[in-house]
């Protein structure tokens, strides 16, 4: 494999993606290693993915254990991982019934699809319209793309999918003057991820859930990205005391290992019948297996306890660090899902922060223009993300001089 060069990237892959100027081969924990032996810290947690660092031991053996039984059967038939994972997520949440597929994009496409399916069989065709928020994201299929509330991911592709409505987040008086007996969903993420880390007002998010009983229509909590004990509660809804009637999830289900799920109620669910929705790989042993492995291990309390610890020390030690640099107008969100907003003097330049972490061989994100995003394992030792500030701490500092010399 040594033959393998950045560069070809470049030369052989679609134009979408900017990568750094190294290849990365190997992980463990939140440590990563590139072609040349590199050692990064990782505190991007591959997008809020690697709910349990890279190549746990335990998941490894899993999915060892798996591939060597039964890899995929189709939904034809069913297997066993599939229905204990299941099982365990009805168990933990407010759902009766869940749906495997493959991602993000797809578990949102199947909620919307629920969500109109559901209205069209019960109330008629004049109940179609969807609300979501502005600067919302859903995922990359063209109706989950033009949900989400960001045009400029949305335009381009032709004819999208109508009855689609957006409003501004956190605005009660807003909504109550959108929704009406033609809402058949309203969609939002309990906290804004890819938006910039903005959680929901609590009340807010109560009043929301009052107005779809009152109209009629169903709320789909989007929990991709803040699902899977990422805030610190197995989902954020559980920071709310609000329960959706559809809850999409991904990212984190599977430490890695692609899959999305939707969780409903029966009620909901029942028109999901033979034939009007499906999927190949979803629900397939191997993820499955993997999934319940990590719900197994994130759903105890004391793994729990271990998130909201982790989060006191991102927080301490990112207030520590701008005490000092005074870079930050915020540190917000939940658990390990973090954002550190850039004051108004570096509006935009969160890429340029992350471009500095990564010259000290660290992985942040951003979220949006002006908002740098960490999303680490949930597992991360205190040994890596002491590791990890140091390195935070320098690029912050090199971030401001290059901001100062210019
Ligand atoms: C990442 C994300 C998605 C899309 O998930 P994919 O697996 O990339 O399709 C959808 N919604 C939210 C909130 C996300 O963070």
Redesign the pocket.
Known sequence: MTDITREMFDQYYFPMFTPPQFVLVKGKGSRLWDQEGKEYIDLSGG?AVNALGHCDDRLVETIREQAGKLWHVSNLMTNEPVISVAKQLVEETFADKVFFCN????A?EAALKLARRYALDKYGVEKDEIISFTQS????TLF?VTVGGQHHYSDGFGPNPTAITHIPYNDIEILKNTISEKTCAVML?PIQ??GGIIPADPEFLKQVRELCDKYHALLIF?E??TGNARTGKLYAYMHYGVAPDILST??GLAGGFPI?AILATKEVASVFTPGVHGTTFGGNPLACAVANKVIEIIKQPDFLDGVNTRSKWFFERLNEINNKYQCFSEIRGKGLLIGAVLKSEYEGQSAKLLKAAIDHNLLVLVAGKNVVRFAPALNITKDEFDAGMQKFELAVEDFINSHNNK
């Open positions: 997008i991602s993000g994009a797809e949102n994201f859903h995922g990359r989950t993420e991820g890819e989007d991709v990205q991904a990212k999305g």
